[in-house]
């Protein structure tokens, strides 16, 4: 906990603690040590394969320790990736001129490219190098599981989509504001779709947290503003078009919050009962890697169709595969490729609401 508040001084300023870090702190110790009967502690670096080889049991107390410090762990670990990276990003758009931007879309082929790497050489490592054996095994022997990763996937892309929409129709503010719904549209869909439980105080410090993230935008846009009223730039926005940016969040949040559960539900083998031995995390990452490729492959393709038929404005045309890719953009990717997948340990080990909790810090 006080490593979370020291980072958090630094990433977010020390005003903001007291509303989105402290709300923050009681949901995760409410979240992360509460005990559980019976668990076992899977070894993260073997992919949560739950086998005699990679579990470590452990007594009562011990166990129950562990575990909590294990969830920390990783809400710490992803409070600094989501930071870096929002950092970083914001680095290699801004100070940039834009006939030198690379591209969105390739950034994310090759990040996606990178963490299936990755996921490829953990899976090697996991299944002691028989990984053809377990691409044959969980892939081409059981196509249909492998389907269920396109669920998340489309899902992603839906709210991937609805962003834009949501964002050229909303101001910033009120877009940041409406936005936070996602964590609590998330513990909903977690309760519906995984019959998990949470207390009168965990669903108050749900509320507290995005009430406290949205007080600290609306003061940082406010200042950033020098004295002109939020107000009038939300109402500069047409009443249609505000309702559209309104859907858009609304369905973009639960789009959000349907794809994380039910990924989180897929790797945790929740409700599988055909007797197949579980699908590892790295496998898993592999699948949705696989499809997120290929969806975006497609949608560079739109882009560069629709470039030649509209008209090139934004120069996507003469900007050959990986252009404006300096050292800083090669540090991002990286960024993105781990953090893809400590975003999967953490809804392996822990819940997309923990999630959900280190990025809104």
Known sequence: IKATVTTAKVLIGTKAISS???????????????????????????????TENNIMTMGAGGKEESEANFRLLLLVLMVLQNSSTVLVGRYTRTLVE??????????????????????????????????????????????????????PALLYLIQNTLLYTALSNLSAPLFQVT?????????????????????????????????????????????????????????????????????AVAISCLSSALAGVYFEKVVKNVGISDGSAPVSLWMRNIQMSFFSIIIAVLQK?????????????????EKPFMFGFTAWVWVLICLQSGGGLLVAAVIKYADNVLKGLATGV
């Not at 870090?21 to 992360?32: D, G, R």
């Not at 309760?191 to 935008?217: E, P, S």
């Not at 169709?305 to 090139?312: I, P, Q, S, W, Y």
Request: one cysteine or more; hydrophobic letters at 40%.
């Open 301 to 317: 393709t739109y882009n560069e169709n629709k470039a030649l038929t509209d008209g090139d404005e934004d120069g996507i045309l």
């Open 179 to 247: 936005y936070q719904s996602k964590l609590l549209t998330t513990a909903i869909v977690s309760v519906f779709m995984l019959n998990r439980k949470y207390t009168f105080q965990q669903w108050v410090c749900l509320g507290t947290l995005g009430v406290g993230v949205a007080i600290v935008v609306l003061g940082e846009k406010k200042k950033s503003s020098e004295g002109d009223d939020v107000s009038n730039e939300l109402d500069d926005a047409p009443e249609q078009s505000l309702k559209i940016g309104l859907v």
């Open 98 to 151: 834009k006939s030198e931007l690379y591209l969105v879309n390739h950034l994310i082929i090759v990040t996606e490219l990178g963490k299936m790497f990755l996921s490829f050489i953990l899976e090697y490592h996991t299944t002691n190098g028989q990984l053809l054996s377990s691409m044959k095994r969980n892939i081409i022997d059981r196509p249909l599981d492998f389907l269920r990763i396109l669920v």
């Open 20 to 50: 989105v870090v402290l709300p923050s702190l009681a949901l995760a110790s409410s979240i992360v040590c509460r005990p559980k009967k019976q668990q076992i502690i899977p070894l993260l670096v073997r992919g949560g394969d739950l």
